[in-house]
């Protein structure tokens, strides 16, 4: 494998300025692909300025650019209505958080007090009522993290290598959590929606660590952290679960839902109320169990094996880069192995340097009890790890279930939204198919 591998960026096909990525079926700029989506959500009407319905929709300048022509490059060109998920006119788009809104109090606010995220609209398909959801505004910190090249931590983690930098920046993303959250019995739908906000943002933070995905082209970055962010929030939010809990998280069924919140499997429900006309048992049906499959995947291997930070770090980044590169193909697979080949170097690297330094300790007697003495130095249990192609085995085989899970909670995604058992529009279906 070449040290070097070379990344092209693309062109919006309607303006033909740098590309973002896949909007709406095609290749566009953000700025082309928020004026399609306005136009359709909106049932926005346009007349050409030359009366002619040819003008030329260049980059040149996008205020003087005619609309109805702008519109109809986009139409031509492939971008599809069916992918807004809005086909038939929406009307009188309401705020949820406006005076007139009968959710008012149940809706948390985004930090900014202007930042507008969900709508009161009629649904593009059942005619009733329904919240639109404007994905571009509950990612754009996240979308500022993605875009910033350079990290503020960088000169103190520039003698890291792949796998430690992954490690240094999962350690500080968990520093926030609290070791003694509060249980809560019922979550709203729409609360845990703003509260995704956070670990979505912590998703870019923790990817930009990784010199590999921040050569990717920015539309690359932002296309890999649109289909990853929610399987890194679940491995994440387990296996930190597990680390607070220990034996009572696989017994009692603990989940964090957040840095301050923990629940119990068979003791709460989620408040679909304002979202669908569906209660939380047939959601739970179809959902449910595939969550309860992790505490076998995930934190029963992660109390039988005492995975290091290290290795947690390892796993995470196995699957997310696995997923990617499946999903996505072309370069960004070609960075995922680039990557992944990477941190298999540097793990056995820590392995062999874990267990010299262990060895060495136990040789002099430094430590004075067997806790003390089987500490590793990033803070986690180290066991004899002379031969570790077992765990190592182990460790890929909790990638390979998770990923099986994936496709198949991607399968009931499909089957809700198929039968429209949420009364919600997004502005991008693709960011949560996972």
């Given at each position: 494998?070449?040290?070097?591998?070379?990344?092209?960026?693309?062109?919006?096909?309607i303006c033909l300025k740098s590309g973002h990525g896949?909007?709406?079926?095609?290749?566009?700029?953000?700025?082309?692909?928020?004026?399609?989506?306005?136009?359709?959500?909106?049932?926005?009407?346009?007349?050409?300025?030359?009366?002619?319905?040819?003008?030329?929709?260049?980059?040149?300048?996008?205020?003087?650019?005619?609309?109805?022509?702008?519109?109809?490059?986009?139409?031509?060109?492939?971008?599809?209505?069916?992918?807004?998920?809005?086909?038939?006119?929406?009307?009188?788009?309401?705020?949820?958080?406006?005076?007139?809104?009968?959710?008012?109090?149940?809706?948390?606010?985004?930090?900014?007090?202007?930042?507008?995220?969900?709508?009161?609209?009629?649904?593009?398909?059942?005619?009733?009522?329904?919240?639109?959801?404007?994905?571009?505004?509950?990612?754009?910190?996240?979308?500022?993290?993605?875009?910033?090249?350079?990290?503020?931590?960088?000169d103190s983690i520039s003698h890291l290598n792949p796998l430690?930098?992954?490690?240094?920046?999962?350690?500080?993303?968990?520093?926030?959590?609290?070791?003694?959250?509060?249980?809560?019995?019922?979550?709203?739908?729409?609360?845990?929606?703003?509260?995704?906000?956070?670990?979505?943002?912590?998703?870019?933070?923790?990817?930009?660590?990784?010199?590999?995905?921040?050569?990717?082209?920015?539309?690359?970055?932002?296309?890999?952290?649109?289909?990853?962010?929610?399987?890194?929030?679940?491995?994440?939010?387990?296996?930190?679960?597990?680390?607070?809990?220990?034996?009572?998280?696989?017994?009692?069924?603990?989940?964090?839902?957040?840095?301050?919140?923990?629940?119990?499997?068979?003791?709460?429900?989620?408040?679909?109320?304002?979202?669908?006309?569906?209660?939380?048992?047939?959601?739970?049906?179809?959902?449910?169990?595939?969550?309860?499959?992790?505490?076998?995947?995930?934190?029963?291997?992660?109390?039988?094996?005492?995975?290091?930070?290290?290795?947690?770090?390892?796993?995470?980044?196995?699957?997310?880069?696995?997923?990617?590169?499946?999903?996505?193909?072309?370069?960004?697979?070609?960075?995922?192995?680039?990557?992944?080949?990477?941190?298999?170097?540097?793990?056995?690297?820590?392995?062999?340097?874990?267990?010299?330094?262990?060895?060495?300790?136990?040789?002099?007697?430094?430590?004075?009890?067997?806790?003390?003495?089987?500490?590793?130095?990033?803070?986690?249990?180290?066991?004899?790890?002379?031969?570790?192609?077992?765990?190592?085995?182990?460790?890929?085989?909790?990638?390979?279930?998770?990923?099986?899970?994936?496709?198949?909670?991607?399968?009931?995604?499909?089957?809700?939204?198929?039968?429209?058992?949420?009364?919600?529009?997004?502005?991008?279906?693709?960011?949560?198919?996972?």
């Open positions: 494998m070449s040290t070097d591998l070379s990344y092209f960026a693309v062109k919006c096909k896949l909007h709406f079926g095609i290749e566009t700029c953000r700025a082309c692909a928020a004026f399609f989506r306005r136009t359709v959500v909106l049932n926005r009407k346009y007349k050409c300025r030359k009366r002619a319905g040819r003008c030329e929709v260049t980059a040149d300048d996008e205020k003087s650019m005619c609309k109805f022509c702008r519109f109809k490059k986009c139409r031509e060109l492939g971008m599809s209505t069916e992918n807004v998920r809005t086909d038939h006119a929406i009307k009188d788009l309401t705020p949820v958080d406006s005076p007139c809104s009968s959710t008012t109090s149940e809706i948390q606010k985004l930090s900014e007090p202007d930042d507008r995220v969900a709508y009161n609209i009629m649904h593009p398909k059942t005619r009733g009522p329904a919240l639109l959801l404007d994905i571009n505004a509950i990612i754009k910190k996240s979308r500022v993290i993605l875009e910033t090249y350079f990290l503020p931590d960088e430690q930098r992954m490690v240094h920046s999962l350690r500080k993303i968990r520093a926030n959590q609290s070791w003694n959250p509060e249980f809560v019995e019922k979550v709203e739908f729409i609360q845990m929606f703003y509260g995704w906000e956070v670990q979505m943002r912590d998703t870019a933070s923790w990817l930009m660590h990784s010199d590999e995905f921040r050569k990717l082209p920015g539309h690359e970055r932002i296309a890999i952290f649109k289909i990853v962010w929610a399987v890194w929030r679940r491995f994440e939010r387990y296996t930190m679960t597990a680390e607070i809990f220990g034996q009572r998280c696989y017994d009692e069924k603990i989940y964090l839902h957040s840095q301050t919140q923990a629940l119990k499997m068979d003791n709460y429900s989620i408040d679909y109320s304002n979202v669908s006309d569906h209660g939380f048992d047939q959601f739970n049906n179809i959902f449910g169990g595939k969550m309860i499959q992790y505490y076998d995947i995930i934190v029963k291997p992660f109390l039988e094996l005492k995975l290091t930070e290290t290795e947690i770090t390892f796993i995470l980044c196995q699957t997310i880069w696995n997923y990617a590169g499946r999903r996505l193909q072309g370069q960004t697979q070609a960075a995922a192995e680039r990557f992944l080949e990477q941190i298999s170097n540097n793990l056995h690297q820590y392995y062999e340097e874990e267990y010299l330094e262990w060895t060495s300790r136990s040789l002099e007697g430094v430590e004075s009890s067997v806790e003390e003495d089987s500490r590793s130095t990033d803070g986690s249990v180290v066991d004899n790890r002379k031969n570790y192609a077992s765990r190592l085995a182990r460790m890929m085989q909790i990638v390979n279930q998770m990923l099986n899970v994936q496709l198949q909670l991607e399968n009931s995604l499909q089957v809700a939204f198929l039968f429209d058992m949420f009364n919600i529009v997004f502005t991008e279906p693709e960011f949560f198919r996972s």
